[in-house]
């Protein structure tokens, strides 16, 4: 059974153009995608709740994602939760959270 620890799927749509990098032989693509969730209030009300994620892949699959993945595109990723802090050139300590994709699946185009 796969590993089920650190595990996290998500289907949204991308936020902009992924940022491709490459570093030697390892290329890296990243980007955000919005995930909305919709709910009635009290009232009745439709209520939209949207959060956005930071998506970085690694390798091949980066490649790939450089080359098929644009802005409103939606998809589907499989990875884990990293966090990390780094500090900024005012000293400033900032921390974030990425999900560090395995697997992907484009599923539409933009809309």
């Keep these: 059974m796969k590993s089920l620890r650190n595990s996290v799927q998500l289907i949204g749509r991308l936020g902009k153009d992924p940022e491709v990098k490459t570093f030697?032989?390892?290329?890296?693509a990243s980007f955000s995608?919005?995930?909305t969730d919709s709910?009635?209030?009290?009232?009745?009300?439709?209520?939209?709740?949207?959060?956005?994620?930071?998506?970085?892949?690694?390798?091949?699959l980066a490649e790939v994602a450089g080359k098929y993945l644009k802005k409103g595109t939606?998809?589907?990723v499989e990875g884990k939760?990293?966090?990390?802090?780094y500090e900024t050139d005012?000293?400033?300590k900032?921390?974030?959270?990425?999900?560090?994709?395995?697997d992907m699946v484009l599923l539409g185009a933009k809309q």
Excluded: F, P
């Design 24 to 28: 030697g032989k390892s290329v890296k």
């Design 33 to 35: 995608i919005a995930t």
């Design 94 to 102: 900032r921390y974030m959270t990425e999900v560090n994709v395995n």
């Design 81 to 85: 939760l990293v966090h990390r802090n």
């Design 39 to 60: 709910y009635k209030n009290q009232k009745g009300e439709k209520i939209e709740d949207t959060q956005w994620h930071n998506i970085v892949i690694w390798g091949n």
């Design 90 to 92: 005012k000293g400033e």
């Design 74 to 76: 939606e998809v589907c």
